[in-house]
């Protein structure tokens, strides 16, 4: 969501750091782990490295860093777990969250500002400055960071023990993950067609920006000004290409046959209405000081 303005910087010598290494960025990338926890260690005056086995363990090192700013070592899902987890004790106000993305998926970090690499990552940790940004809240209490897409672009993956898949530590640890962030589908119910028109009435501010009877391709929301998201809805097209709708606003609520959307690096869902509220500045991410 929305970047706003700054609200402080940071020195390597007086900060306690609780650096949080996530078990899949340990796995897919030992070295770049290895590289930030020296900076890390190096850098600040205090530094406690955590080695979590489990989200329990994850949970748990946030919920007692005490005076601690934490400090998450892993990608995309990392982060947005950490944020979660955060919004959900009520405690993003008073901190200020930083990254150093290791694994595959990172394109959300870089999309937020952080820099690539380890070694620059974690130097912005240590000199870097806070900066506030909008998230996105839904009436489940998830959030999002980012882009919010429905259908789920790239479909939806879905997470099963493959064959001999049992003798896989990681796969198992990444089932795992997912499963703290994606919701159990209700017992009973039945997806709509992940390819193909969709048929949702989508509500901006309480204003009908599409109703049922025009099929649309896809809906995406994404940062607009601050405290506001942008909303653009794909008409599915007959003859001529339809052109695209948008509208700007606070509140946006989606609702219509089950459907599935991806938010930031998870797909949730299927769903029969989701409202999603943007909260302005709710949260920080220690970035390169401007």
Do not use: N
């Amino acid at each position: 969501m929305a970047e706003v303005a700054t609200s402080r910087t940071f020195s390597a010598t007086s900060d306690q750091l609780l650096v949080v290494i996530d078990p899949v960025a340990r796995r897919a990338d030992g070295e770049s782990v290895r590289i930030a926890k020296d900076v890390l260690s190096a850098g600040a005056a205090g530094a406690k490295v955590c080695l979590p086995d489990d989200p329990e363990e994850f949970a748990r090192a946030l919920a007692r860093r005490g005076s601690r700013r934490p400090v998450v070592v892993g990608d995309d899902r990392a982060l947005v777990r950490a944020v979660t987890l955060l919004h959900r004790r009520r405690e993003l106000a008073g901190c200020a969250l930083s990254l150093v993305p290791v694994g595959g998926a990172v394109s959300l970090a870089r999309s937020l500002g952080v820099p690539a690499g380890a070694v620059a990552a974690a130097r912005a940790v240590l000199d870097g400055a806070e900066r506030r940004m909008d998230l996105l809240v839904d009436d489940s209490d998830g959030v999002v960071l980012g882009a919010l897409r429905i259908p789920p672009v790239g479909g939806v993956t879905p997470v099963r023990e493959a064959a001999g898949g049992t003798g896989r530590p990681w796969l198992r640890t990444y089932r795992s993950l997912v499963r703290t962030l994606v919701p159990a589908r209700p017992s009973g119910t039945l997806s709509a067609p992940e390819g193909g028109p969709a048929r949702l009435r989508v509500e901006v501010d309480g204003e009908t920006l599409v109703d049922l009877g025009q099929p649309v391709e896809g809906v995406s929301v994404m940062p607009g000004a601050p405290g506001r998201a942008q909303v653009e809805v794909r008409p599915a097209s007959v003859g001529a290409e339809a052109s695209p709708l948008s509208a700007e606003g606070r509140t946006v609520t989606v609702s219509g046959a089950h459907f599935r959307y991806r938010a930031d690096a998870v797909v949730s869902g299927p769903v029969r209405t989701r409202t999603w509220e943007v909260r302005e500045g709710a949260w920080g991410l220690v970035l390169p000081a401007r």
